[in-house]
């Protein structure tokens, strides 16, 4: 694979999703049941809920590490049925390698698919400096903050040019500044892409600043799904408090 072959993965369209009476659990204990989603290529999709209402499993399942136990789960036309290089998964835990440098961390999703050392160190170069770490490039992550270390975590999920982006609170165990400062990061990014983004949070603020919708987990299902451009910011913050 090469740079300019890259290039042109990155200008294909996101990857839609669809959960048509999906249902998932763990062991004997259901999740969620009969959940109806359809997420459009491209967008931003913030999915809301309190502690334990299954935003993270809907997020494995999109992902791929979670099978549903009835329903389907599609990525664009084709079902789900294991992990992808299309769609890439970002975690609150950055799950550095501690031995890799930066540099090293963010070539790592091309080295795994074979990319020339030539080819995944321009890729590379190109998202560190993206993100705003280009004079951190050859530090290990010991040596890096925690906003830091998501930067670089971002970068890696992206190099791979992926038609969607999962991400599952990345920014929660952020204080309040690199939060702010991450989201933006996140915006500007994304103005650059047309990745379909999946992102979960408690955070209702941070899903009317990312989202074009936001899906809002109930006990167990989707309770509602809200657009969040050009209404009233206030009113839908209260609408979804309300629902949740």
């Known amino acids: 694979m090469t740079l300019t072959g890259q290039r042109v993965e990155a200008g294909r369209t996101g990857l839609s999703f669809r959960l048509d009476g999906a249902g998932f659990g763990y062991g004997n204990t259901t999740v969620l049941r009969d959940v109806a989603l359809d997420v459009a290529p491209g ?37 789900v049925t294991g992990p992808g290089a299309e769609r890439a998964m970002v975690f609150q835990d ?50 890096l903050s925690g906003g ?10 992206l190099v791979g040019a992926p038609r969607a982006v999962l991400m599952d609170e990345p920014f929660g165990a952020l204080d309040a500044q690199t939060r702010a400062d991450m989201q933006r990061l996140l915006l500007d990014v994304l103005r650059d892409t047309s990745a379909t983004v999946v992102f979960v949070t408690h955070d209702v603020d941070e899903a009317l600043l990312l989202a074009d919708r936001v899906a809002v987990l109930g006990r167990t299902g989707v309770k509602t799904v809200l657009e969040t451009r050009g209404g009233p910011r206030e009113a839908l913050r209260e609408r979804i408090l309300k629902e949740l």
């Open 148 to 157: 830091m270390r998501q930067r670089v975590q971002l970068a890696r999920a």
């Open 94 to 143: 950055d799950g550095l390698l501690p031995w890799r440098t930066v540099r090293r961390n963010v070539e790592l999703p091309l080295a795994i698919r074979k990319v020339s050392r030539r080819e995944r160190a321009l890729a590379a170069t190109e998202w560190i400096e993206r993100v705003g770490l280009t004079e951190a490039a050859e530090r290990l992550p010991r040596e």
């Open 43 to 79: 967008e931003v999709m913030v999915v809301v809920g309190a502690s334990g209402s299954g935003k993270s499993t809907l997020l494995r399942a999109l992902a791929g590490l979670l099978a549903a136990r009835e329903g389907r789960v599609l990525a664009g036309e084709e079902p």
